[in-house]
């Protein structure tokens, strides 16, 4: 038998329900080894009914030793954690994808697999990146093919004529991450006027919320925040038709466990990067500039959530709740037209990969703004220099001439650019690594790419020379 292949996910619950895709086409791509998972004992205890088979190992076990003694043909660390990076550099391996602390080298820290070092260049850096982080777990170890042949079973219908009960749920892992209370108030009004049963949901840490949210309703909802456990918060989702909630943990869950769900994406979150990873589902992400993609907020307020009103909600709830046949309801909810918000459908691309489809009546307008074309050409361009996928190259192209008869003036500033980009590789600093960052917005997600490529590489001529042909292969796009 294959040794043993092991996943070292030390992050929190939502980051965990992520990695299930992952373990699922492990399985698949390599049936007969062992596959064995290191996580937070908080987080993997309650989940494991719903993870796919895998060993999970507790991560202070893995500290004890409990690892050391096997070798692995396969070690993926998807964790940013120093401790994670220190074990995947200290255990005996075949391969390593992800970041590793190796002591018996240098000390320095490497990241291997060239799409976790595409990851690691979107921090700060993520307004053009059109990769959710479920694809980017595996796009290292598992092929295209095995990705494009995978299929979700759709949401569960809502059973409108049983249950009429929506679960909100009020928490985020910060607090600019979610509405605040005055709005969840207003929104359980709008639903109560809808005649639904909103429900509110969260964990310990967010009962001082829910009970703001109560004190300023005069209709008082019921409020489960706190009182169950994740494996019961899976099943109460079970008897909901939809559930109303942020960027978190538990709206993944949903997900995963087939309850439908409406996102409210706010603050500093990328529904592209963290949106619900199954298709079928509906996110609610404002068309302010900065929403369209922010690793952290540095407005005076957040702005995103202005169009994110109440009663739009609560409008689109009801489509997505109702008791039409899920196409009719598609239908309905794309011909409504909501100025200053965009709403989508999670779904797959042509090449297998998370996508979000656009809704509303301004469909085809905000798909020809420099920005959506910019994130699907980046899309398409990565696609193709970093899994070989010929069929995107074009597609990259075809995006390219887009952009250039609609932004002339920015497909010029970007030729423009390109001399400079190369020469600030080979300039007297040894990689222009201090002003990669610096170079026109458009060049970002490369710039990115290129900056960890070299840092990763110590500035060696291999990746100096490897940095000069991706922008080489961006030249022979962008003629």
Not at 70 to 78: D, E, G, P, R
Not at 249 to 257: E, F, K
Not at 341 to 362: D, I
């Amino acid at each position: 038998m294959a040794n043993p292949i092991l996943v070292l996910q030390m992050q929190r619950m939502g980051d965990l329900v992520l990695t299930f895709p992952l373990l699922m086409w492990l399985r698949r791509q390599f049936p007969g080894p062992l596959l064995r998972v290191v996580a937070e004992e908080r987080f993997f205890t309650p989940l494991l009914p719903l993870s796919p088979p895998a060993g999970y190992i507790t991560w202070d076990e893995a500290a004890a030793g409990a690892l050391d003694s096997s070798a692995y043909s396969l070690i993926l660390n998807l964790s940013i954690r120093e401790d994670a990076a220190l074990l995947a550099g200290r255990l005996r391996a075949e391969r390593v994808v992800g970041p590793a602390r190796e002591p018996g080298r240098d000390g320095a820290l490497r990241i291997h697999g060239p799409w976790q070092l595409y990851r690691a260049g979107l921090v700060h850096n993520n307004r053009h990146n059109r990769f959710h982080w479920a694809d980017l777990n595996a796009l290292d170890v598992i092929p295209l093919s095995t990705m494009r042949q995978t299929r979700y079973d759709p949401p569960r219908p809502p059973e409108a004529a049983t249950s009429r009960a929506v679960g909100l749920f009020v928490g985020a892992s910060e607090p600019g991450k979610r509405p605040a209370p005055e709005y969840y108030a207003q929104l359980v009004a709008e639903l109560l006027a809808r005649d639904f049963r909103p429900i509110l949901l969260g964990g310990p840490d967010d009962r001082p919320v829910a009970e703001a949210v109560r004190a300023l309703c005069a209709h008082k909802p019921l409020d489960m925040t706190g009182r169950l456990s994740v494996r019961e918060l899976a099943a109460i989702g079970q008897t909901l038709c939809l559930m109303i909630t942020p960027d978190t943990g538990p709206m993944h869950l949903a997900a995963w466990t087939g309850l439908r769900t409406l996102n409210l994406s706010v603050g500093n979150v990328s529904p592209w990067e963290t949106g619900p990873y199954q298709p079928g589902h509906a996110v609610a992400r404002s068309r302010a500039s900065c929403a369209r993609g922010c690793w952290s907020c540095t407005r005076s307020r957040p702005l995103c959530r202005d169009a994110l009103t109440p009663r739009r909600v609560a409008a689109l709830a009801a489509h997505m709740a109702g008791d039409l046949p899920l196409p009719e309801q598609w239908e309905r909810l794309g011909r409504m037209d909501m100025p200053g918000l965009s709403l989508f459908r999670t779904g797959r691309g042509a090449e297998g990969l998370y996508s979000l489809e656009r809704l509303g009546p301004g469909r085809a307008e905000a798909e020809g703004q420099a920005g959506s074309l910019a994130g699907e050409f980046w899309r398409g361009y990565f696609l193709w220099r970093l899994a070989g996928g010929e069929a995107e190259k074009v597609a990259a192209r075809a995006t390219w001439l887009a952009l250039a008869d609609r932004h002339p003036a920015l497909a010029a500033r970007v030729r423009g650019a390109l001399p400079t980009l190369g020469r600030e590789l080979c300039g007297p600093s040894g990689a222009g690594v201090g002003s990669l960052a610096a170079v026109l917005p458009f060049l970002r997600p490369l710039a990115g790419y290129l900056d960890m490529l070299v840092q990763n590489g110590d500035g060696s001529d291999a990746c100096l020379r490897a940095s000069l042909e991706h922008v080489a292969a961006l030249a022979e796009l962008c003629a």
